[in-house]
C-alpha cells in the first residue's frame, strides 16, 4: 500500500517536466512536502477530450471521493485501489476508462513489521523521475456546493526488494508511459497492462533504507524525513 509519501521538488520543477500544461499555480499544493498525508491536497495529472489531450494539473484530495458518496468521509478508507480490482470493481471500472492520472512523487514511505511488533519505517524511491498511477472523481454535497476533486493511489503485489518491506505497493510509471496511460484513446485492459509492466520494471532499481520513525508524526514535514536513519553510527539502509 502507500500511506504516506513525499515530493521534493517544487512545483515550477514539477510542472518543466510537461509540455505546454495547463495549471493554476494558486491552486497547487505546496511543494516541497516531505509526509505527505491522507485527505490532504496532492497534486495530479490529467488529460480529457476538453483539454484536447494537453495535459492538466489540478489539486485533489488524497482520498478517493465516489461521485455517488453521501460525504468526503469515504475518501479515508480509499487512499488506495487494488489494481487487480480496477477493470471489474463496481467503484474503478468507469473511472479507469475516462478518469486516469498521475500524481507526481519523489519518494513514498513504508513501514515493515518487525519481530519486536514495532514497525520500522522506509522510504523508497527510483533514481529516476517517476509517478503513482492513479484515478480520480468529482464530487460535491449538493447542486449548490462547488465540485471537490479526489484521487487514489493503483497498488499491486510487491516485488523485487520492495517485498521485502510490505506485501503491496504502488503502481508506477515512467516519462515514457505516461502518455499512454493518461490518453483516453488507450483501451483500460490495455492502460493497466502497460502500467504494472512499467511498475515491475521500476521496482527492479528502487532504492530502499530505513528512515526515523518521526514520519510516524503527521505534523513532521522536513527535508530530514528521507535522510537514512543511524543507530550508533552505522547506516540500517538495506
Known amino acids: 500500500m502507500c500511506g504516506r509519501f513525499a515530493v521534493t521538488e517544487s512545483a515550477n520543477e514539477i510542472i518543466s517536466r510537461f509540455k505546454n500544461p495547463r495549471f493554476d499555480l494558486a491552486d497547487f499544493p505546496i511543494y516541497p512536502s516531505f509526509n505527505i498525508a ?30 455517488w458518496a453521501d460525504s468526503l ?18 467503484v474503478y471500472k468507469d473511472l479507469m476508462k475516462t478518469r486516469r492520472c498521475i500524481i507526481p512523487v519523489s519518494a513514498w514511505y513504508e513501514w515493515q513489521q518487525t519481530e519486536s511488533g514495532s514497525k520500522q519505517p522506509y522510504a523508497i ?5 517517476f509517478y503513482f498511477a492513479g484515478l480520480y472523481d ?15 493511489i493503483l497498488t499491486q503485489d510487491s516485488v523485487e526488494d520492495a517485498a521485502k518491506i510490505h506485501e503491496r505497493m504502488p503502481v508506477m510509471l515512467n516519462s515514457k508511459n505516461v502518455d499512454p496511460w493518461l490518453s483516453l484513446e488507450t483501451p483500460p485492459t490495455e492502460s493497466l ?12 532499481s ?33
Open 193 to 204: 497492462e502497460l502500467a504494472l509492466n512499467c511498475s515491475k520494471t521500476l521496482a527492479a
Open 206 to 238: 528502487l532504492q530502499i533504507w530505513k528512515v526515523s520513525t518521526r514520519v510516524n508524526r503527521v505534523s513532521e514535514n522536513s527535508k530530514e524525513l528521507l535522510e537514512k536513519y543511524e543507530e550508533d553510527g552505522l547506516s540500517l539502509g538495506i
Open 38 to 67: 491522507p485527505t490532504t491536497p496532492i497534486t495530479i495529472v490529467t488529460k480529457s477530450e476538453k483539454d484536447q489531450g494537453q495535459v492538466r494539473f489540478s489539486s485533489a484530495r488524497w482520498g478517493l471521493v465516489p461521485s
Open 138 to 152: 468529482f464530487w460535491r454535497q449538493d447542486a449548490k456546493s462547488p465540485w471537490q476533486i479526489s484521487a487514489t
Open 73 to 90: 468521509n469515504i475518501g479515508a478508507r480509499m487512499i488506495n485501489a487494488r489494481s487487480e480490482k480496477a477493470l471489474a470493481g463496481p
Open 125 to 129: 524511491k527510483h533514481p529516476e523521475d
